[in-house]
């Protein structure tokens, strides 16, 4: 069990540091579609990552929505590590927003996460986390 759980850890560093090298990559020579590609990848580590931590079976609709909550998540927690004044912070908004344009697992995810921030549990989580919703609203704009 200890293997599993060091291997899991692997996966989920792995996620992080993809997406913090793609969160750092933007460039306006680089169209929105290879963003999407490299995001696709993220959530393919995002889909196995909600899907081995879920204690029951996930369809595929509940796999798509955690995997987006779980981007969105991960996204925003880098986003407080650089603050709203660093420039790759505002780096990555600007890529996100670039990238989201086109129709892909980000633009779905961003809808999906506005959804269930209209939610009730959404409205939970929005109380209770503000930056979270602070970092959605300034990188969903478009």
């Known amino acids: 069990m200890c293997i599993e759980s060091a291997l899991f850890d692997c996966v989920k560093q792995q996620h992080v540091d993809l997406l913090k090298l793609i969160l750092l990559s933007y460039t306006c020579e680089i169209d929105s579609e290879q963003y999407n590609r490299l995001f696709s990848a ?31 998540q991960a996204i925003c927690d880098w986003l407080d590590e650089q603050g709203k004044e660093a420039c790759a912070y505002q780096t990555a908004v600007m890529l996100i927003q670039h990238a989201v344009k086109v129709q892909g697992r980000l633009q779905q995810a961003t809808e999906l ?15 209770s ?4 919703v602070t970092h959605f609203q300034q990188f969903s704009r478009q």
């Open 129 to 132: 986390e503000s930056t979270f």
């Open 113 to 127: 996460t506005s959804e269930y921030l209209e939610s009730k549990e959404g409205i939970l989580e929005l109380m």
């Open 42 to 72: 993220c959530f393919e580590l995002a889909d196995f990552i909600v899907v081995a931590d879920s204690q029951q079976n996930l369809n595929e609709n509940e796999v798509e929505e955690y995997s987006a909550r779980y981007m969105m």
